[in-house]
């Protein structure tokens, strides 16, 4: 059983930065492939970033070059880097975790869920 607890998602102006977060228990967090998704009133939840247990790297094109994923496994913690964020990146962002090294873009495959944790750009 992994728990996942985002953190640092509050309301910030378009152009500016925030940091989130994903705290998760458990002795077997490397082996996990993480994903941050968000969803935003009306519209269906989405994969914004993954990273797999060996630490490559994807994201969506809406975000390319404005937000970074990373991992800290000694830490068991995920983070989240959002620069330069739009009114459009408005929505509750979700950490994910699913068994396996591979990131998949569809919730479905995923096993654990955080709260997750609002996010608001004002223009």
């Known amino acids: 059983q992994v728990q996942l607890v985002e953190s640092g998602g509050g309301l910030v102006q378009a152009g500016g930065s925030l940091r989130l977060s994903c705290a998760a228990s458990g002795r077997t967090f490397s082996s996990y492939a993480m994903g941050w998704f968000r969803q935003a009133p009306g519209k269906q939840r989405e994969l914004v970033a993954g990273?797999?247990?060996?630490?490559?790297?994807n994201y969506a094109d809406s975000v390319k070059g404005r937000f970074t994923i990373s991992r800290d496994n000694a830490k068991n913690t995920v983070y989240l880097q959002m620069d330069s964020l739009k009114p459009e990146d408005t929505a509750v962002y979700y950490c994910a975790a699913r068994r396996g090294t591979v990131v998949i873009t569809t919730p479905l495959f995923y096993d654990y869920w955080g709260q997750g944790t609002q996010v608001t750009v004002s223009s």
């Open positions: 990273i797999t247990s060996g630490g490559s790297t």
